[in-house]
C-alpha cells in the first residue's frame, strides 16, 4: 500500500504510518498548500484543511492513498472555552473520507492568546520556554501530561478516516 501524506512535518508522518502498520505502507510525505490559515479556527476550516491536504498529496504522488491531517481551535456547543480538535482525510481519488481526532479543552491562558490571534505551536513553545513542541508531543501530549501526544492524537483520526476504506460496512 503506497500512501502520501499531505504535510512533511514528522508527526504527521508518524500518525499515518503507525496507524496503518498492519498494512505495511509505503509512506512519501508531500509538502502541500492547506488551503486554510496557518492556524483553522473551527471544525470546518480544520476540516477543509485536511480534505485538501489529502486531495493534493494524492494528486501530486501515484499514492494508492492520499491523507491528510490538520489541528485547529474551535468553541464547541455545550463545551466551555476553546478546544483543540484534529481531523484527518482520507482519499483514493473517487472518494473521500473524514476521521475526528481526540478534542480536549484548551486552559484559559492559551485560549486568550489563541483569540488574539496566535497560533497554538508558538503559544505552546513561549508558555513552556520550549521549541517544536507541534513536532513532538503537542499541545495534547503536554496538556494530558503524557496520558496521549499528537502522534497518537492524529492516528485516531486516520484510523477513523480509513477504516471506511477497509471496513465493506460502508459501500
Known amino acids: 500500500m503506497n500512501v502520501a501524506v499531505g504535510s512533511t ?11 496503518l502498520s498492519r498494512y505495511e505502507p509505503t509512506v512519501t510525505a508531500v509538502g502541500v498548500d492547506s488551503g486554510v490559515p496557518e492556524q483553522p479556527r473551527s471544525i470546518d476550516e480544520t ?10 498529496a494524492f494528486e501530486a504522488t501515484d499514492a494508492d492513498y492520499g491523507v491528510g ?42 485560549a486568550e492568546r489563541l483569540e488574539a490571534g496566535g497560533e497554538l505551536g508558538p503559544v505552546m513553545d513561549d508558555l513552556l520556554e520550549t521549541e517544536g513542541v507541534a513536532t513532538s508531543e503537542g499541545a495534547a501530549g503536554v496538556l ?28
Open 69 to 110: 491531517l490538520e489541528g485547529g481551535v474551535a468553541e464547541l456547543d455545550g463545551v466551555p472555552g476553546l478546544s483543540l480538535v484534529m481531523w484527518a482525510a482520507v482519499t483514493d481519488g473517487p472518494r473521500l473520507e473524514c476521521g475526528g481526532g481526540p478534542t480536549l479543552r484548551l486552559p484559559d491562558t492559551v
Open 9 to 19: 512535518n514528522p508527526v504527521k508522518v508518524a500518525a499515518v504510518e503507525r496507524t
Open 144 to 171: 494530558t501530561d503524557g496520558l496521549t501526544d499528537r502522534t497518537r492524537a492524529l492516528g485516531e483520526a486516520v484510523a477513523c478516516a480509513f477504516g471506511p476504506f477497509v471496513v465493506g460496512h460502508y459501500e
Open 47 to 56: 476540516v477543509a484543511g485536511a480534505e485538501n491536504r489529502a486531495v493534493r
